[in-house]
């Protein structure tokens, strides 16, 4: 079991990027739909992946025991639940279909966020702040699913559920860990920790939260109280994120665009940014932007963000502990082209926020396929140990 505790997130992420890019590739050609892309990649892709992600930072985060062989399999659950959703999503099955995937998914979320608690009350000294970020993240995303469950109950209510339902997993779940997650990935890319990271966390984590909350409760509200509220909720998290991105450039400066890592993490800053602004215009009525906000988060945000997370991590958990050669060759074939990667994703980013998704799918297909390649040569190298170990 240890071979797999240390093994899932490679394996999951691996998964991630071939998830992503069927996903968009298939979009592209016309195979699926969007809406269909977005819930593989989100629910497929993504979520397993960032429970098994919090499943390897939360003991980091608290000084305290890692996760038992029963919650090590949670994000297996999660995958599970969200393949259910994406028949449902893709007209495969009915309402039990749906509802099956919400059960799944809400009792592993509410596992996770239970046992990051003990976690946190059993940690040696005082946990870092950034574990907040995660129990957060996993409320919201409780609170989603239990939106999108209760849309079809109430058929009345369907359009303020579902909005509610995609702001509280896109920006709630998705966003609040990515937020958490970038304060304390970016200082340990350049080994130089930045002293101001927990007090900014602690800082920040009301107005991120307040700000889902207030986008959430926005859609239920009438349309002028619902634009002052929605606005206000924007710019609570662009203002997390524009303090994040000034304390970058405080810190680091131009190193920030001469590591693979840090440019394609600035570019999946860029990308929040970007999604705020669309969802800002959406809410406001200046532009009709509520079916295409989904692809622009995913396309503009989580992929760039996803494909360079795993390229800093995959090489420290496939050879943990001091600095070695090979982990240095991982992480050079991992970041194998990066300049190429960061212009893909920030040009899709673009063409995905103004409406042109069929150069939003390729710019972004092309992106991830060199890192998939990357993954198959690193794998085909031995580098990846920790997935071999567990295939052993």
């Known amino acids: ?160 559920l579902r909005a509610a339902h995609v702001r509280l997993n896109l920006f709630g779940f998705v966003g609040l860990t990515a937020l958490g997650t970038l304060h304390v990935l970016l200082p340990t890319v350049f080994g130089a920790p930045d002293p101001r990271t927990a007090q900014r966390l602690r800082q920040d984590l009301g107005p991120a939260v307040g700000g889902v909350l207030a986008l959430a409760g926005a859609a239920f509200m009438p349309t002028a109280n619902g634009v002052v509220v929605g606005l206000a909720g924007v710019a609570l998290l662009a203002a997390c994120a524009l303090r994040l991105a000034w304390a970058w450039g405080r810190a680091y400066g131009r190193r920030l665009g001469e590591d693979a890592v840090t440019l394609l993490l600035c570019v999946a800053l860029a990308g929040w940014l970007l999604s705020l602004l669309c969802l800002g215009l959406d809410v406001s009525g200046a532009m009709s932007a509520g079916t295409r906000l989904p692809l622009v988060f995913v396309i503009a945000f989580m992929l760039p963000l996803v494909s360079g997370a795993l390229s800093q991590l995959i090489p420290v958990w496939a050879h943990p502990g001091r600095l070695t050669p090979e982990r240095l060759a991982c992480r050079a074939q991992l970041t194998h082209a990066w300049p190429a990667r960061a212009l893909l994703h920030l040009g899709a980013a673009f063409a995905a926020a103004t409406g042109a998704m069929a150069w939003a799918f390729a710019l972004s297909g092309a992106a991830l396929a060199v890192l998939l390649l990357a993954l198959a040569r690193a794998a085909r190298a031995g580098l990846l140990s920790g997935a071999r170990r567990l295939s052993a």
């Open 1 to 160: 079991m240890i071979g797999l505790n240390a093994s899932m997130p490679i394996l999951l992420g691996i998964c991630a990027v071939g998830v992503f890019t069927l996903a968009v590739l298939a979009a592209l050609v016309g195979e699926v739909t969007p809406t269909v892309a977005v819930h593989a990649a989100l629910g497929v892709g993504a979520l397993p992946l960032i429970g098994s992600a919090m499943l390897h930072f939360v003991p980091v985060l608290t000084r305290s025991a890692g996760a038992s062989p029963g919650l090590a399999r949670l994000p297996f659950v999660l995958q599970g639940a969200g393949l259910l959703a994406l028949f449902f999503v893709a007209g495969k099955g009915g309402l039990g279909v749906l509802h099956g995937a919400a059960v799944l998914a809400w009792g592993a979320a509410a596992a996770l966020a239970g046992w990051l608690l003990r976690r946190a009350g059993k940690a040696l000294g005082t946990p870092h702040p950034g574990w907040r970020w995660y129990l957060a993240a996993l409320l919201c995303l409780l609170a989603g699913l239990a939106a999108i469950v209760a849309a079809y109950l109430w058929p009345q209510q369907y359009s303020a």
